[in-house]
């Protein structure tokens, strides 16, 4: 059974960074994109990059390039965002995704349970 | 960017009914289109994808369909468990985008 476990609720200072992690099972990490996609409260959905753990290659969303840090680590089958230069409009649920097949413009097949990020001072 | 209209934004139906969702792209998209359903502090579920393909799990109740820029989800015999937010994602051009989403409601 695929899982996608995320990291736990997250507070940050404005112009602050935090990380967070997307521990992934019951598939092989490394044959399948992993994408990030950011909710605000009450809000749609958003995509942020994706990142391929085999090869470590990235893409991001315009809006997100100078935002968000997109890492996996291989030894232990796990994503990670890094979201820098905390702001109010940072504050939003953030999930990661992985895609239904090993391509990145492929729909997100199973999600992480979001991790919540709240900036505040 | 492809931009994707959802509607309507809320709905409101009854135990037993079919309910239609539409979704309009701003460009043709070929059928790279899913439909996610999520609940209140759940993370989104994906239903359908290739704009007509049910996912592994999902019950026969719901189907998608449509082509070019306009898509649909239909859901038969809705059922209680069936109120939650649904979202249309085109990914078949770069960067892919999602509706606004619609809020189902058992009237």
């Known amino acids: 059974e695929v899982q996608l476990q995320q990291s736990g609720p997250e507070v940050g200072r404005p112009g602050s960074s935090v990380k967070i992690s997307c521990k992934a099972s019951g598939y092989t990490f490394t044959d399948y994109v992993m994408n990030w996609v950011k909710q605000s409260p009450g809000q749609g959905l958003e995509w942020i990059g994706w990142?391929?753990?085999?090869?470590?290659?990235?893409d991001y969303a315009e809006k997100f390039k100078k935002k968000a840090t997109l890492t996996a680590d291989t030894s232990s089958n796990t994503a990670y965002i890094q979201l820098s230069s905390l702001t109010s409009e940072d504050t939003a649920t953030y999930f990661c995704?992985?895609?239904?097949?090993?391509?990145?413009?492929?729909?997100?097949?199973?999600w992480g349970q979001g991790t919540l990020v709240t900036v505040s001072s | 960017d492809i931009q994707m209209t959802q509607s309507p934004a809320s709905l409101s139906a009854s135990l037993g009914e079919t309910v239609t969702i539409e979704c309009r792209a701003s460009?043709?998209?070929?059928?790279?289109l899913a439909w996610y359903q999520q609940k209140p502090g759940k993370s989104p579920q994906l239903l359908i994808y290739?704009?007509?393909s049910l996912h592994t799990g999902v019950p026969s109740r719901f189907s998608g369909s449509g082509s070019g820029t306009q898509y649909s989800l239909k859901i038969n015999s809705l059922q209680s468990e069936d109120v939650a937010s649904y979202f249309c994602q085109q990914y078949y051009n770069y960067p892919n985008t999602f509706g606004a989403g619609t809020k189902l409601e058992l009237k």
């Open positions: 990142i391929d753990p085999e090869y470590g290659s990235t």
């Open positions: 995704a992985r895609t239904g097949t090993g391509s990145p413009g492929d729909w997100f097949a199973y």
């Open positions: 290739n704009a007509n």
């Open positions: 460009e043709d998209i070929y059928n790279g």
